[in-house]
């Protein structure tokens, strides 16, 4: 495993607070409501889960690798040289990234993954230099 590694923390878009905020009244609801310990442990879980993901999601660049992480669950290594494309989106698909203001990153033949760095400027700026190669469309889809 590579230690010299540049990491950028996941851009939070305006969903991610609504959500976290949700599940912190859905759980103090059942607090107060006497609802029942299933349903505050089930509404506070998913809570904290969503709060810790929203925390440790993470792009790290490597001289060799794109790595994606999210705490024990996630966790995709992408060889810079297999990076065919990246362009801007905002696609709605389910991906580890927390806003929709995100990075369609093309790699291998048919793989795509969408990410979303807080600097995406930079990020893209790093991943050019290690693959000049890389087909970079500053257009968004």
Known sequence: METNYISFKSRKGFILPLVIVLFAACTLAAIFEGIGYFNVFLSGGFFLFILMLSLKLEYRITHTQLQIKCLFLY????????????RRTRDLTSSPALSLNRLRVRYNKFDDILISPQNQDQFIAELLARNPNIFYNPKRE
């Open 75 to 86: 966790n995709l290594k992408i060889p810079i040289d297999n990076i065919r494309e990246l």
